[in-house]
C-alpha cells in the first residue's frame, strides 16, 4: 500500500496563501476524522506550521485519486488563484520527503530542528486518534531516526538553525547592540519561548511577556527572569519596548497600524523592530509604512535563511545519501 504526500509549502506558496491553509492544533483530531471518512485514506497524518502543510497518507489502491481528495480536501474552504501550489508525492518518493523535512533539509532555515518537534506532535497526535497504522508507523519512526543520524554525523545543523534564532540575527542588523533594549514576545510558545532565550542570550536587557492565557505568560516570565502582562495590558508596556517578537495562533491581527500609529508617536522617533512569525499574520502589513517602525513577517526572514544555507551546501550530499539509504531500508 503506497505512502503519499500532498503540501505547500514556503517555496510554492507566498505567506497570505499559506495562512489561508493553517490549521490550528485543536482542530487536528476532527480535521483527521473528516479526512479518513471523505477520502480513501486508510491512515493519516496532517502537519501544519507557519511554513508548511502537509497531508501524509495511506491508500490501498492507486495513489493518483487519493492525491486527487487530499487535494479536494485541502482546498474546501479556501480562495486560491491555482493549485499550482501543491506538491504530489507516491511511495518512494514520498517517504524520502518525509525524511528531508525530518531532517531540517526541506526547511527555510536549512537544518533546523523545529520541524522535527512539530513532526512529533502531528504524529503522535494522530497515533493517539488511531489514524494511523503499520506503514505510517514505520516510515514516521524511520524519519525520526533519520534526523538523528543526520544530526551526528553531518555539519548540516553548521550556524542558525532556527526562525527564532534567525529573527534574533535580524533584530543584530536592525540594531547596532541588543544591550539596553527591551523585548516583548506575544504568545508564550515554544517558537516564542527560543526567540525571548536568545534575545536574552544575545545582551537583550528584559523581556516582557504577554499570551492570552495570563497563566502561561507568568509562568514563561518567571523562567525567563522576565515580566508577564495582561493580553490587553501590553499597550500600557508600549513606549519602553524595542523589539516585538509575535507568533500567536489568533485568527485576525493582533496589532494593526490603527491601534500602533498613535502609540508611536510617544516613542520620539526609537525604532521598533516588528518580528511576525505567526501563520496566520499577526500584525497587519499596513504597519510597516509607519515612520520609525520594522516589520518582517516569516517570508522576509527567507533572505537571512538563504546566508545560512550557502555556509551548508556542501553538507547536503551526504544528508540525501543517508537518506536514500534510509529509504532503501524502509
Known amino acids: 500500500m503506497p505512502i503519499v504526500c500532498l503540501g ?3 517555496r510554492t506558496a507566498s505567506v497570505d496563501v499559506r495562512e489561508q491553509f493553517a490549521m490550528a492544533e485543536g482542530q487536528l483530531p476532527e480535521l483527521l476524522e473528516q479526512l479518513c471518512k471523505t477520502t480513501e485514506a486508510t491512515e493519516a ?46 511511495g518512494p518518493d514520498s517517504v524520502e520527503h518525509l525524511f528531508k523535512v525530518a531532517s531540517g533539509l526541506d526547511s527555510m532555515v536549512l537544518g533546523e530542528t ?10 503522535h497526535l494522530a497515533l493517539e486518534h488511531k489514524r494511523t497504522g503499520g506503514q505510517l508507523n514505520q516510515a514516521f519512526q524511520k524519519a525520526f531516526n533519520t534526523a538523528k543520524k543526520i544530526r551526528t554525523e553531518t555539519q548540516i545543523q553548521r550556524g542558525s538553525v532556527s526562525i527564532s534564532n534567525v529573527a534574533v540575527e535580524l533584530a543584530g ?8 533594549r527591551t523585548v516583548m514576545v506575544i504568545g508564550a510558545g515554544d517558537t516564542s519561548e527560543k526567540a525571548a532565550r536568545a534575545l536574552l542570550s544575545r545582551g537583550a536587557k528584559s523581556v516582557i511577556v504577554s499570551n492570552r492565557s495570563f ?10 527572569g522576565g515580566k508577564a502582562v495582561q493580553f490587553d495590558d501590553w499597550e500600557s ?5 524595542d523589539i516585538i517578537i509575535s507568533s500567536t495562533s489568533a485568527p485576525h491581527y493582533v496589532l494593526d497600524r490603527k491601534k500602533l500609529e498613535p502609540l508611536q508617536r510617544l516613542r520620539r522617533h526609537r525604532p521598533l523592530l516588528l518580528v511576525d512569525i505567526a501563520v496566520p499574520r499577526d500584525i497587519e502589513p499596513e504597519v510597516n509604512f509607519l515612520e520609525d517602525v520594522y516589520l518582517y513577517n516569516i517570508d522576509d526572514l527567507q533572505a537571512i535563511a538563504d546566508d545560512y544555507l550557502r555556509l551548508r551546501e556542501e553538507e547536503i550530499a551526504k544528508c540525501e545519501a543517508i537518506i536514500r539509504a534510509k529509504a532503501e531500508e524502509l
Open 8 to 10: 505547500l509549502n514556503h
Open 45 to 90: 497524518v496532517i502537519l501544519s506550521t507557519c511554513n508548511r502543510v502537509e497531508i501524509y497518507a495511506v491508500t490501498g489502491g492507486e495513489p493518483e485519486p487519493l492525491l486527487n481528495d487530499l487535494r479536494g480536501f485541502l482546498l474546501r474552504d479556501c480562495e486560491v488563484e491555482s493549485d499550482d501550489i501543491f506538491y504530489e508525492l507516491s
Open 114 to 123: 523545529e520541524i522535527l518537534g512539530q513532526l512529533k506532535a502531528a504524529y
Open 173 to 180: 542588523k536592525i540594531f547596532d547592540r541588543l544591550q539596553d
Open 215 to 224: 497563566d502561561r505568560a507568568e509562568h514563561l516570565a518567571n523562567e525567563l
Open 237 to 241: 508596556e508600549f513606549a519602553h519596548i
